[in-house]
């Protein structure tokens, strides 16, 4: 199937732990984002990257990062510095010239 | 700075009723998209439409229309005879180019409640 996949589908982390939410696409896009999305505040950029090896910070990217090894990958790491990291979070990807993002059917992420 | 403001918070019609979800953009660019997603309740946002800030032509698809009005900083999205599917939360973005990468940014949100 082409398209996006985030994984897990559900995460559950423990005070402290750093945890690793995948993003993997076949659609060969150039471009990836992560959003956070909590209720009522819409989707917010947390990292995103253009090419293999580069990425810029969001709007909130304090307690994330990122790599981009691979075209085809962008994990997100929550880190243990995130102090409120339940949310659900999306991964999006875009190809060249301004097109439509699309979107993962996302990770929900709760800290227990 | 970039902004797209959705003001209705939640919206409930019954169904067959006509609705539309309001947006309002605003951007230094005289070069812009502008998009609608729909997030159901599985999560994913699922793509609706893109305008670029040159067209301002009117967009009908089946029971979905959207009105672009560049004088009022505008992107209204209308649902002609709701129906129970329609519900989910829809979602404005708005999309400029920075040197070559694009940032795509989001409203909070409206979320619509179509009643049978």
């Known amino acids: 199937d082409g398209g996006i996949t985030q994984s897990p589908k559900y995460l559950f982390r423990k005070e402290g732990q750093n945890v690793t939410l995948s993003c993997e696409q076949n659609?060969?896009?150039?471009?990836m984002y992560w959003y956070r999305q909590d209720p009522g505040q819409g989707l917010r950029l947390i990292y995103y990257?253009?090419?293999?090896?580069?990425?810029q910070k969001g709007d909130i990217a304090e307690g994330y990062s990122v790599s981009r090894e691979k075209k085809e990958s962008f994990p997100l790491t929550v880190t243990s510095a995130q102090k409120n990291p339940t949310a659900f979070y999306l991964c999006?990807?875009?190809?060249?010239?301004?097109?439509?993002?699309?979107f993962g059917q996302g990770t929900r992420l709760t800290v227990v | 700075a970039q902004k797209v403001t959705q003001a209705q918070t939640e919206i409930s019609v019954v169904e067959k009723e006509d609705v539309t979800l309001d947006c309002v953009y605003e951007?230094?660019?005289?070069?812009?998209?502008l998009f609608w997603y729909k997030q159901p309740p599985s999560g994913e946002l699922v793509f609706l439409i893109r305008r670029n800030s040159f067209d301002e032509q009117n967009e009908i698809s089946g029971r979905y229309s959207w009105n672009f009005q560049k004088s009022t900083s505008s992107f209204n999205f209308t649902i002609t005879a709701s129906q129970v599917v329609d519900s989910a939360v829809y979602f404005c973005a708005l999309s400029e180019a920075l040197v070559g990468t694009y940032k795509y940014i989001f409203g909070t949100g409206t979320r619509l409640k179509v009643l049978a």
């Open positions: 951007t230094r660019d005289t070069t812009y998209y």
């Open positions: 999006a990807t875009a190809g060249f010239g301004n097109t439509e993002a699309f």
């Open positions: 990257s253009q090419i293999v090896n580069d990425f």
């Open positions: 659609l060969n896009h150039d471009a």
